[in-house]
């Protein structure tokens, strides 16, 4: 483009002024990241949720290392924690509400927040992959009710499965004369596991076919015999969430347990066996549209860190001024804001595109993912540093942000397989 036509011309007539706001043209134009009142209202809400009830309790369970469960009691009475109000949050058509949320829950605590967001896992594999009546039946369970609350785990890591997820040895077999299936394996790492009603298990019915062969079962612990919690983890953060190994030991359920329903799963398999394409297309496609989530969840994280340390860098001093007059304190503050600011666009706009149907073409989900648990390691790291002594004591909150923020870039997806999935995205290439 040549300068010219960057230049106004003196002569030109004045342009006419904008149009009003509610003429159809203007509309059709708009890009706005302007927050719908609904939007607005709900992130209030929900923030009003994270500063009364769930940051004041957060040192306590993350030194008790147990769910919180009173917490996720008032969460479902208010309904934050229910089958209608993740409906609600996902119906949003600009895709924005789902990390709206998330970021604000867990600014409140992550680890409070995973124990009520975890059931999040199981859900979305419920929804991405169950029948009809399986989604009705199931999710509901997922989340009990206010009265009788109940968390769901979704399993699918192994001891020698991780990143590999093409490695997973539990085995399922059809067993025909009793009409159910029986799975045997060990499960590692489950959120919820073991302390969960429902239990979405990833199991292989066929060996052969690596990642093309899994299924995902429905184990519930209250029906099901030979299903059983390992041992529980120990963790460096998220501790007030639980996670732990889950063993199935010729764990029997229905043969209708098996989401998607035993025909279709017969169908793929034959499918794949015959050489055809499997929808293991469509799975990558789902895990791009739930990364954004996760991000939103350390976005959530750093922005409560990067808060913190700008009112300490404004109250603190040293050398008879405010730490935040120098140039060192006050510039890191500014590259947080500016990094959590850019990691948000990257959310959103994942968030938007997985709730458009939009193609990830660049594996924007995976990037989104990606930023905002560096941006959140990073940015937890800074604020202890603007704190100083303080900032590695349990006393203050940074230490425990900066442990939590830290799984951002192990689980749902290591910083490394984010990279990898970006890498063959835009090069089309099975980089290595
Ligand atoms: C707190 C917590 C909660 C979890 N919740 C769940 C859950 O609810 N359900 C569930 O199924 N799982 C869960 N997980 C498991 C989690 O998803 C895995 O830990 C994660 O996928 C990484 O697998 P891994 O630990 O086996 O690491 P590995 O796969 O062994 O990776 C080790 C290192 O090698 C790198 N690496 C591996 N392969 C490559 C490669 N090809 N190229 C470059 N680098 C590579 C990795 O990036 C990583 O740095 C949870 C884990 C934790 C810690």
């Known amino acids: 483009m040549s300068t010219s036509t960057l230049t106004p011309d003196p002569d030109a007539p004045a342009p006419e002024p904008l149009a009003d706001q509610d003429t159809p043209a203007v509309h059709e134009a708009v890009f706005s990241l302007e927050l719908t009142q609904d939007q607005k209202d709900i992130r209030d809400w929900v923030h009003g949720f994270a500063a009364d009830v769930v940051r004041p309790a957060a040192h306590e ?6 769910t919180p469960w009173p917490i996720i009691e008032e969460a479902a009475k208010i309904g934050l924690y229910s089958f209608e109000g993740l409906a609600q949050f996902f119906a949003d ?22 124990s009520i ?15 009809p009546e399986q989604i ?7 989340f009990g009710t206010p009265d009788e609350v109940k968390v769901a785990a979704f399993c699918s890591s192994e001891p020698n499965a991780g990143s590999d997820v093409s490695a997973v040895r539990t085995r399922a077999r059809f067993d025909e ?39 995902a079962f429905v184990v519930p612990m209250s029906e099901a015999q030979g299903i059983s919690q390992g041992t529980k983890v120990s963790k460096h953060g998220l501790r007030a969430s639980h996670t732990a190994d889950v063993f199935l ?46 991000g939103a969840q350390a976005l959530g994280i750093a922005r409560a860190a990067y808060e913190y340390a700008l009112e300490y860098a404004k109250e603190r001093e040293q050398f008879g001024r405010k730490i935040i007059e120098n140039q060192a304190v006050a510039f890191t503050l500014a590259r947080m804001k500016l990094e959590i600011d850019a990691a948000r666009l990257l959310v959103w706009r994942a968030s938007w595109m997985g709730r458009n149907a939009h193609r990830f ?23 202890i540093q603007i704190l100083g002594g303080n900032g590695y004591t349990r006393e203050y909150p940074v230490e425990r942000w900066h442990r939590d923020a830290k799984i951002y870039d192990i689980f749902e997806g290591t910083a490394e397989i984010q990279q990898l999935v970006i890498a063959r995205a835009i090069s089309g290439l099975q980089i290595r």
């Open 61 to 66: 369970w993350d030194e008790k290392e147990q």
């Open 93 to 114: 058509p600009s895709g924005l509400t789902l990390p709206i949320v998330n970021e604000e829950l867990f600014w409140g605590d992550a680890g409070i927040g995973m």
């Open 117 to 131: 967001m975890g059931t999040g896992l199981a859900v979305a594999s419920i929804f991405g992959q169950g029948t």
């Open 136 to 142: 009705g039946h199931w999710i509901p369970r997922c």
């Open 177 to 215: 004369a009793a009409g159910e299936w029986v799975l045997n394996g060990q499960k590692a790492w489950a959120t919820n596991g073991g302390i969960s009603d429902v239990h979405v298990v990833i199991a292989t019915v066929d060996p052969e076919l690596g990642s093309r062969g899994h299924a």
């Open 249 to 294: 030991d010729d764990c029997r359920v229905p043969a209708d347990y098996v989401l998607g329903g035993r025909d279709r799963l017969q169908e793929r398999i034959a499918r794949v066996r015959e050489g055809k394409r499997s929808s293991s297309q469509a799975a990558m496609q789902t895990f791009e549209a739930s990364r954004p989530t996760v």
């Open 361 to 383: 073409e660049n594996a924007e989900g995976s990037m989104s993912k990606l930023k905002a648990g560096e941006v959140a390691v990073w940015v937890t790291e800074r604020a």
